[in-house]
């Protein structure tokens, strides 16, 4: 253990000990105490045989174990590269960088290309570990390679499932068990073959015909999402997302979320965003819930309650953009004065008006803060030949001081 640090945390394979470097068993045989997994604490044996150890449970626990031990010599053993979906990327978030040494090991994503030759870089590298199996979803498309960490024996099985549901049931599906052990073994699954709980998946996605392929790019087709009417329609949630401009790491509260389409293809569109999606009745909460899983973004917080009195509850992390989408009939200028005053410095309001009552407020709001307005007119031409010419929307974007 490097003497500026307290907490080492050591990759393992499933090739043990002889695999780990010269300095993570030395690292290992000074520890005075050793935390790990029961697969983990069985391949260091040899060296920890008699060192102090525990097990882990789970994530939570053992995270706030090591925690309490801050300052005192602790190592941990992990999977693979702990930096990588590992326990060590978790920590990163609690730890300042000199409280942790981490000493990797091959991670079953360097693996298993190394077994397919697949050029890593071409890869979407991702885990099943304690996430919805549709978080995959905007990653499949056709072409794609996708090297996924299973949860268990039955994430395959999930895996082809979802697959099937997005119309990629042509897709191949390889299963790479113990990785780099005695025991490993790969094989392309097929309905009801058993998988051990330790392996890695390898999916290579084909379309069936037809299928539809959904585009990360703002603009989905309005059928795919289930809604009661209470939705941005194509064009309007494209140019309205173009005004959002989301960015990695930016928060977006999406206020009278209706079906939530706004929040849903924010967060599709840019990694590692965020979303709470206001939205007070609670059928169409619901709705908002169902289609965040459906088009493969769980991590959208959908919040029941009234505008602008529920906002408060979240003011402590502040959004970098806010889109006001519903209730400006109701409550005009006073909801977008609130969503105004909890913006940060240099955050986006925009907003949507179709009704006179809402253009109205959007004018007069305008008027007082700036910004820009644009008048949006959406005709599409209809089977019989004329036009279907909808109201003008009226879109405004303003950025905080």
């Not at 609130?338 to 410095?345: D, F, T, V």
């Not at 089977?383 to 879109?395: A, E, T, V």
Request: aromatic content about 4%; proline content about 7%; charged content about 15%.
């Amino acid at each position: 253990m490097s003497p500026s640090t307290w907490l080492t945390v050591i990759g393992i394979g499933e090739g043990g000990l002889p695999d780990m470097t010269p300095a993570a068993r030395a690292c290992l045989r000074q520890a005075t105490l050793v935390i790990g997994g029961e697969r983990h604490l069985a391949l260091a044996a040899e060296d920890i045989a008699g060192v102090e150890h525990r097990t882990w449970t789970n994530l939570e626990d053992t995270v706030a174990a090591v925690l309490a031990r801050r300052g005192q010599p602790t190592v941990v053993l992990a999977s693979g590269d702990p930096m990588h979906y590992g326990f060590a990327a978790t920590l990163s978030h609690k730890l300042a960088p000199g409280d942790m040494t981490v000493l990797p090991h091959l991670s079953a994503f360097c693996l298993a290309a190394a077994r397919l030759c697949w050029p890593v870089q071409d890869i979407a590298c991702l885990s099943a570990h304690g996430r919805p199996i549709e978080a995959l979803a905007p990653h499949v498309h056709d072409g794609a390679r996708l090297l996924i960490l299973s949860a268990d024996g039955r994430t395959p099985a999930a895996v082809a499932a979802l697959l099937e549901r997005l119309d990629f049931a042509p897709s191949t599906l390889t299963v790479l068990e113990h990785l780099g052990g005695p025991q490993e073994k790969t094989f392309v699954w097929s309905p009801g073959t058993p998988c051990a709980d330790l392996n890695t998946l390898a999916v290579e996605c084909r379309a069936a015909p037809g299928a539809l392929g959904l585009s990360r790019v703002p603009g989905l087709p309005d059928g795919a999402f289930t809604h009661d009417g209470q939705l941005t329609k194509r064009e309007a949630r494209a140019v309205t997302l173009s005004l959002l401009a989301p960015r990695p790491g930016e928060l977006l509260w999406d206020v009278g979320a209706g079906s939530g389409s706004i929040a849903i293809e924010w967060l599709r569109a840019v990694p590692h965003t965020r979303v709470v999606a206001f939205e007070r009745d609670p059928t169409r909460l619901a709705t908002v819930q169902a289609n965040a899983l459906t088009l493969g973004v769980p991590s959208l917080i959908a919040v029941g309650g009234e505008a602008p009195a529920v906002l408060a509850d979240f003011a402590e992390d502040p959004p970098h953009a806010v889109f006001v989408g519903g209730g400006l009939s109701r409550l005009g200028e006073t909801l977008l004065d609130a969503a105004w005053g909890y913006l940060r410095p240099g955050g986006r309001l925009v907003a949507n008006a179709v009704t006179k009552d809402s253009q109205a407020a959007l004018t007069a709001f305008h008027a007082r803060r700036g910004g820009t307005m644009t008048r949006l007119q959406v005709s599409r031409l209809l089977p019989s030949g004329g036009w279907d010419d909808r109201s003008p929307l009226l879109h405004y974007l303003g950025s905080k001081p």
